[in-house]
């Protein structure tokens, strides 16, 4: 192991890390057992370890990538105010769509009776005031 890094004048953080090379992902040069005899060795020597704890995520990596659908759905407040916006107008809709229902429907015989006998009653009333 330690041939390799005095072999390669590589950085000790590159030689830690997977490579991502011509599309596909090379394991490190320094394998995880040997990375933290290494660290151990740093430490038994009084030197900081500055090759970071956390493995960090690669610009490439699927993890990375954008979600599906647009911003405004995978916003989860954006849905919830939404939400509570629709059910406070729910009552002032849903009798709207009653009331257009009601007056949408087809009369039925006995009301379009009613709405004949109707008209002939206002057509005297207006033929009377004109007499």
């Known amino acids: 192991?330690?041939?390799?890094?005095?072999?390669?004048?590589?950085?000790?953080?590159?030689?830690?890390?997977?490579?991502?090379?011509?599309?596909?992902?090379?394991?490190?040069m320094i394998s995880g057992r040997n990375k933290k005899d290494l660290k151990r060795y740093f430490e038994s020597a009084g030197?900081?370890?500055?090759?970071?704890?956390?493995?960090?995520?690669?610009?490439?990596?699927?993890?990375?990538?954008?979600?599906?659908?647009?911003?405004?759905?995978?916003?989860?407040?954006?849905?919830?105010?939404?939400?509570?916006?629709?059910?406070a107008l729910q009552d002032e809709k849903s009798l709207k769509l009653r009331q257009d229902r009601l007056n949408n429907k087809p009369l039925s015989g006995n009301e379009q009776v009613?709405?004949?006998?109707y008209k002939a009653l206002q057509s005297e009333v207006t033929a009377a005031k004109y007499k």
């Not at 911003?71 to 939404?82: C, D, K, L, P, Q």
């Open 1 to 28: 192991m330690w041939i390799k890094l005095l072999q390669n004048n590589a950085n000790i953080g590159e030689m830690i890390k997977p490579q991502y090379v011509n599309g596909t992902w090379r394991k490190p």
């Open 47 to 87: 030197v900081p370890w500055l090759y970071g704890s956390r493995p960090e995520t690669h610009v490439t990596s699927c993890y990375n990538r954008k979600p599906k659908g647009t911003s405004r759905i995978n916003s989860y407040e954006t849905r919830i105010a939404m939400i509570r916006k629709n059910l």
């Open 114 to 117: 009613l709405v004949g006998v």
